[in-house]
């Protein structure tokens, strides 16, 4: 007969629980680990997408003091795009891919995948910078080539008389192929497509896919933190021995020839770094396609001093 306690790292004192909570426990945990996992996948495709804004910042910083327009160096900034281009787009495709799976186990139910599914089949038909970047140049960059295919720096004197210096990325209709599934995409493709616009328009659906998708699961994953926490406090309230912390509190079965046959460990450490994820990507990645970041000097109400 099998039989069912809690005990903790460098500890003898344990509790014994039954098979039901041992199991609701392992559950909990599961749950967990796949809403970790899907924060994690969100946040490396967010440190992906910042990458390549921060790259191309610094490209145009540059550009302010150094002459930038000779084939080596266009070269070498073909090559760092595709880098970040091809970081960012693997880790996207690898989050959406993954999602519903872990929506699923996180909810234990094929319905919640179905759903997240149908948000993804909607976010496709609605915007079709999403088809071109998820499906077309993600293809064309796992099977073919890479997708920057040129790249301007551009500087530009605004109205207040400040020069702008700006980087933009593209790629060619007349170099991308494909199979024949992904034709009528390529056949709505402008003849240069400007990379970094469909690029913020894309980062912007694989937000709001996942947003529901947290939202979806929320109830669930907090309840397996309080089961587990529930278990936490329940061993330390038990312990007589005020010195001896739950550190590394596990459940544990052992089988009838005692011996421990499965372990389930129950720390919040990871999921408080889920937390973590949570505050620090609170806020949807909406709009992008029409925000940019600038060194520009706010004088205020002051006009902008006269270029000599």
């Not at 894309?202 to 937000?207: H, K």
Request: hydrophobic share 40%; aromatic share 8%; net charge positive.
């Amino acid at each position: 007969m099998n039989r069912y306690a809690l005990v903790s790292i460098g500890c003898n004192f344990k509790i014994k629980i039954d098979e039901a909570k041992f199991i609701e426990l392992k559950k909990a945990r599961n749950v967990l680990l796949k809403a970790l996992a899907c924060e994690e996948n969100y946040e490396i495709v967010v440190r992906n997408y910042l990458d390549l804004e921060k790259e191309l910042s610094g490209i145009a910083i540059e550009s302010i003091g150094r002459c930038l327009h000779d084939y080596y160096t266009i070269f070498n900034y073909i090559i760092v795009a595709n880098i970040k281009i091809s970081n960012l787009l693997n880790s996207a495709r690898f989050h959406i891919d993954t999602l519903p799976g872990n929506v699923k186990k996180c909810l234990q139910d094929t319905k919640s995948q179905l759903q997240i599914e149908e948000v993804i089949r909607k976010e496709k038909s609605k915007n079709p910078h999403f088809k071109l970047v998820h499906f077309l140049l993600r293809n064309y960059l796992q099977h073919i080539n890479l997708p920057t295919h040129n790249v301007s720096i551009n500087k530009t004197w605004t109205k207040e008389n400040l020069s702008e210096h700006c980087v933009n990325l593209f790629t060619l209709k007349e170099k991308i192929s494909g199979d024949r599934k992904l034709k009528p995409i390529i056949d709505t493709m402008d003849e240069k497509v400007n990379l970094i616009f469909v690029i913020r328009h894309y980062i912007e659906s694989i937000s709001k896919i996942h947003f529901q998708a947290r939202g979806l699961i929320e109830e669930k994953v907090e309840g397996a933190r309080k089961c587990i926490q529930s278990a936490i406090d329940k061993y330390k309230e038990s312990n007589t021995n005020s010195d001896v912390q739950a550190i590394g509190l596990s459940a544990f079965r052992l089988n009838k020839h005692n011996i421990k046959d499965d372990e389930v460990p129950l720390l919040l450490n990871w999921d408080d770094i889920r937390h973590n994820l949570i505050k620090k990507n609170a806020i949807a990645l909406s709009n992008l396609h029409k925000m940019y970041a600038t060194t520009r000097v706010d004088l205020g109400e002051k006009k902008a001093p006269t270029m000599r």
